[in-house]
T-cell receptor, first 112, second 114 residues
Framework: DAKTTQPPSMDCAEGRAANLPCNHS???????VYWYRQIHSQGPQYIIHGLKNNETNEMASLIITEDRKSSTLILPHATLRDTAVYYCIVRVLIQGAQKLVFGQGTRLTINP | SAVISQKPSRDICQRGTSLTIQCQVD?????MFWYRQQPGQSLTLIATANQGSEATYESGFVIDKFPISRPNLTFSTLTVSNMSPEDSSIYLCSVVRGWNTEAFFGQGTRLTVV
């Protein structure tokens, strides 16, 4: 089972920052938080990941709370092309292998 | 990044038949995975493809229905056997290069069983 909880849908205005929350209250100390997005009919696209420090790359920023029980993905200037389903995933270690177990994700709609 | 080629990209198959999906990566990877995405749903992990040994299946998936091969570090196949309309889904290959690195996904194979 997925270890994350996300709102099923969100809306954001074009040009504004999109802040997508994720709860992962049962995360273990060595488990990373990953974010992916899936644009309709395409394979999931990697966005960013982190352990406990905030991370930033050319796509987004990831803010992880100090207790690591939740995180927020920030798209600083959302565009229409950012409309997608966003998945917050805790990468778990199962039978010696790291696996991505997907939850239901948040359907983000960017409005003009 | 990794360039992943999945073939076929889509297919329409008759029930009772089998389809083999191929996943080719442009460079060696540590791990390869197969996922299923049913219509309107999230991704579900089917199995981990292990090089030179039997795949490791997740709960609810069995080798007889979804046989997997991984002969080397850049190639894997997933077969959907004895198909029924309930097998209509997108099947995705995913690869990982190393520990705690990102996974990359193929574009998927859209399967329709009639």
């Amino acid at each position: 089972d997925a270890k994350t909880t996300q709102p099923p849908s969100m809306d954001c205005a074009e040009g504004r920052a999109a802040n997508l929350p994720c709860n992962h209250s049962t995360i273990s100390g060595n488990e990373y938080v990953y974010w992916y997005r899936q644009i309709h009919s395409q394979g999931p696209q990697y966005i960013i990941h982190g352990l406990k420090n905030n991370e930033t790359n050319e796509m987004a920023s990831l803010i992880i709370t100090e207790d690591r029980k939740s995180s927020t993905l920030i798209l600083p200037h959302a565009t229409l092309r950012d409309t997608a389903v966003y998945y917050c995933i805790v990468r778990v270690l199962i039978q010696g292998a790291q696996k991505l177990v997907f939850g239901q994700g948040t359907r983000l709609t960017i409005n003009p | 990044s990794a360039v992943i080629s999945q073939k076929p990209s889509r297919d329409i198959c008759q029930r009772g038949t089998s389809l083999t999906i191929q996943c080719q990566v442009d460079s060696q990877v540590t791990m390869m995975f197969w996922y299923r995405q049913q219509p309107g749903q999230s991704l579900t992990l089917i199995a981990t493809a292990n090089q030179g040994s039997e795949a490791t299946y997740e709960s609810g998936f069995v080798i007889d229905k979804f046989p997997i091969s991984r002969p080397n570090l850049t190639f894997s196949t997933l077969t959907v056997s004895n198909m029924s309309p309930e097998d209509s889904s997108i099947y995705l290959c995913s690869v990982v290069r190393g520990w705690n690195t990102e996974a990359f996904f193929g574009q998927g194979t859209r399967l329709t069983v009639v």
